[in-house]
């Protein structure tokens, strides 16, 4: 499998091309399109570089490929607490379909919640953290689920098969991007990620 990479721009009303932070999952009929940015953003003039687009695989069984935006130190949290449940067999390693695992994605979601919310709020800061799930599990087919700050998921649908999330802020009088897609933007039939 080649993977491509393009830094992700767009046009300031002022005619220049900035980075912005963006993921982007798009379900077809024929499986899965996921992208990301590396860009982290905590203000105009403190803009870093990291890892959006984790994956969690057991190889003929399952894949997910989780895409993240908000707080890096709420997404990292997430990300420990549900590679140290499927290391150890649990969570997203037992979910028997991909509405099961975007449960188990909002479950550590609220864990966390729980955990640091008290203390961003007594700092004037809001939890805000939001996830793309893309994946399959053997036997199921392929699935695409935003799950929320709160820890409730959404499901792509052949009526609007893309999610999106991340900061559009170099835009700020314009709105994001429209997509015109159909499920069979890649042809042919289904198939499977496994």
């Known amino acids: 499998m080649r993977a491509r990479y393009k830094t992700i721009v767009g046009r300031s009303p002022y005619g220049k091309e900035e980075p912005v932070t963006y993921c982007l999952g798009i379900l077809t009929r024929q499986g899965l399109v996921l992208a990301s940015d590396s860009r982290t953003n905590a203000g105009?003039?403190?803009?870093?570089?990291?890892?959006k687009m984790h994956k969690f695989v057991k190889p003929g069984e399952r894949v997910f490929i989780l895409l993240c935006s908000g707080s890096l130190s709420l997404s990292q949290s997430v990300i420990t607490q549900l590679s140290r449940d499927f290391e150890h067999g649990k969570g997203l390693a037992t979910s028997a379909t991909m509405y099961d695992a975007a449960r188990a994605v909002g479950e550590q979601i609220r864990r966390v919640r729980e955990l640091d919310r008290p203390a961003l709020e007594r700092d004037g800061y809001r939890f805000n953290v939001h996830f793309i799930l893309g994946g399959?599990?053997?036997?199921?087919?392929?699935?695409?689920?935003?799950?929320?700050?709160?820890?409730?998921?959404?499901?792509?649908?052949?009526?609007?098969?893309?999610?999106?999330?991340?900061?559009?802020?170099?835009?700020?009088a314009h709105p994001r991007p429209r997509y015109s897609l159909r499920p069979d933007i890649a042809g042919g039939g289904d198939e499977n990620l496994l």
């Open 136 to 172: 399959q599990v053997r036997g199921e087919p392929h699935g695409l689920y935003l799950v929320y700050p709160q820890g409730n998921p959404l499901s792509a649908a052949e009526e609007s098969p893309y999610l999106q999330i991340g900061e559009w802020q170099v835009w700020p």
């Open 44 to 51: 105009y003039d403190d803009v870093n570089v990291c890892r």
